[in-house]
C-alpha cells in the first residue's frame, strides 16, 4: 500500500485532519492505488538481405547461348559494386519511466505505468490488458512498463512509493502528475479508460497527493457571488501560515468530465451560486460555502478540524 500523504503540521497546522465531511472515496483509491503502463519495445530489424542470383535456363543453340553471354557480362559491367555493410545495429534502449513520465507531461497525455517484479502469468495478462488499452487511447496516454527490481527505474520507484507495493501494479497519471487510479494484481481495460478524469479534478487530486490544503472553488460565468467566494480563498491562501501549503483549484460545475468529482463532493453541477469546499489530504472535505466566504471563516473551519472538533 502506498503511504498516505500528510500536510506539515506546523506549516498548515491541520496535521490528523479529522473527517469533518465526508471522505472522498474516489481520491482515497488513488492515494493507496498503483497503476501501470506498458512500453512498446523496439525491436531491431535483421540487414537487408543481398541480392539473390536467379538461374536461368541453358540456351539452346549458339546465337542464344552468345546473346545470354553478352547479356551476363553487361549486366556484371553495369551492376554497382557491393557496398559495404553498416556495423551491426545496436538495440534501442528503453525508456525509463521517468523518462517517460516526462515524456507523456509534455505531451499533454496521461501514462499507463505497469510496475511488476516477476515476470509471471499475472504480470503477463496485465501487460496485455495495459497494451489493448493504450491502444484504444493512443492518442490521449502513453504507456511504460517498469520492473521494480531494475536499477535503472529507481527513481520512478521512489517517486510513487511502489517498492512495497503488492505486485503488479497499475497506475494511471494525468498530464499533471496526479495519479488518477491504481489498480493492484488485476485490471480491466474499462478501470484504466475510467480512471481519466476532468483538468480541475486532476489538479486537485496533484494538491492532495503533494500534502497541500485545497480551496475548491466552483463557478462559472453563470453563477452568483463568484468574486466574493474568491476574496476569502485568496485571502487564506495570502497567509504566511498557508501560503506555501494551500491550493486555489476553479473548477467549471458544467464541465461534464468533472461531475463525477463534484457528485463525491455533494456539489450541484447546476448550482446558481459560487460554492467553495476546504479539502484536506488525504481528501477530507474540512468546509462547504455557498456564496461569499472569509478568511477568518475559512481558518475556523481548519482550526476546528485539526482540534477534532469538527469542521463547519
Given at each position: 500500500m502506498l503511504p498516505v500523504p500528510r500536510i506539515d503540521r506546523n506549516a498548515a497546522r491541520s496535521a490528523s485532519v479529522s473527517t469533518a465531511s465526508a471522505v472522498l472515496l474516489a481520491l482515497l483509491l488513488t492515494l493507496f492505488g498503483c497503476g501501470q503502463?506498458?512500453?512498446?519495445?523496439?525491436?531491431?530489424?535483421?540487414?537487408?538481405?543481398?541480392?539473390?542470383?536467379?538461374?536461368?535456363?541453358?540456351?539452346?543453340?549458339?546465337?542464344?547461348?552468345?546473346?545470354?553471354?553478352?547479356?551476363?557480362?553487361?549486366?556484371?559491367?553495369?551492376?554497382?559494386?557491393?557496398?559495404?555493410?553498416?556495423?551491426?545495429?545496436?538495440?534501442?534502449?528503453?525508456?525509463?519511466?521517468?523518462?517517460?513520465?516526462?515524456?507523456?507531461?509534455?505531451?499533454?497525455?496521461?501514462?499507463?505505468?505497469?510496475?511488476?517484479?516477476?515476470?509471471?502469468?499475472?504480470?503477463?495478462?496485465?501487460?496485455?490488458?495495459?497494451?489493448?488499452?493504450?491502444?484504444?487511447?493512443?492518442?490521449?496516454?502513453?504507456?511504460?512498463?517498469?520492473?521494480?527490481?531494475?536499477?535503472?527505474?529507481?527513481?520512478?520507484?521512489?517517486?510513487?512509493?511502489?517498492?512495497?507495493?503488492?505486485?503488479?501494479?497499475?497506475?494511471?497519471?494525468?498530464?499533471?502528475?496526479?495519479?488518477?487510479?491504481?489498480?493492484?494484481?488485476?485490471?480491466?481495460?474499462?478501470?484504466?479508460?475510467?480512471?481519466?478524469?476532468?483538468?480541475?479534478?486532476?489538479?486537485?487530486l496533484k494538491a492532495l497527493q503533494d500534502n497541500k490544503l485545497v480551496l475548491l472553488c466552483v463557478q462559472n460565468a453563470s453563477t452568483k457571488s463568484n468574486d466574493a467566494a474568491l476574496k476569502g480563498a485568496h485571502e487564506f491562501k495570502a497567509d504566511a501560515r498557508y501560503e506555501k501549503v494551500t491550493e486555489i483549484v476553479t473548477v467549471d460545475p458544467s464541465d461534464a468530465t468533472e461531475s463525477t468529482f463534484l457528485g463525491q463532493l455533494k456539489i450541484d453541477p447546476k448550482t446558481s451560486q459560487a460554492v467553495t469546499a476546504l479539502i484536506a489530504p488525504p481528501g477530507s472535505v474540512v468546509a462547504k460555502y455557498t456564496g461569499a466566504t472569509d478568511k477568518n471563516t475559512l481558518v475556523a473551519a481548519l482550526t476546528a478540524a485539526t482540534s477534532g472538533s469538527g469542521g463547519g
Open positions: 503502463q506498458q512500453a512498446a519495445k523496439a525491436e531491431v530489424k535483421d540487414a537487408a538481405a543481398g541480392p539473390v542470383a536467379q538461374v536461368q535456363s541453358a540456351p539452346t543453340d549458339s546465337l542464344t547461348q552468345q546473346a545470354g553471354l553478352d547479356q551476363a557480362v553487361s549486366a556484371t559491367t553495369l551492376s554497382e559494386p557491393a557496398k559495404p555493410q553498416s556495423p551491426e545495429a545496436k538495440p534501442a534502449q528503453k525508456v525509463t519511466g521517468i523518462a517517460a513520465l516526462d515524456r507523456a507531461a509534455a505531451a499533454k497525455k496521461y501514462l499507463l505505468i505497469l510496475f511488476y517484479r516477476n515476470d509471471d502469468d499475472s504480470t503477463r495478462a496485465m501487460k496485455k490488458v495495459v497494451a489493448g488499452a493504450a491502444g484504444k487511447l493512443a492518442g490521449k496516454a502513453n504507456s511504460v512498463t517498469v520492473n521494480v527490481a531494475d536499477a535503472a527505474e529507481k527513481d520512478i520507484v521512489a517517486k510513487f512509493g511502489v517498492d512495497r507495493a503488492p505486485m503488479p501494479l497499475a497506475l494511471v497519471v494525468a498530464p499533471s502528475g496526479a495519479i488518477t487510479g491504481g489498480f493492484p494484481s488485476k485490471v480491466t481495460e474499462e478501470q484504466l479508460s475510467g480512471a481519466f478524469v476532468g483538468p480541475g479534478t486532476a489538479t486537485c
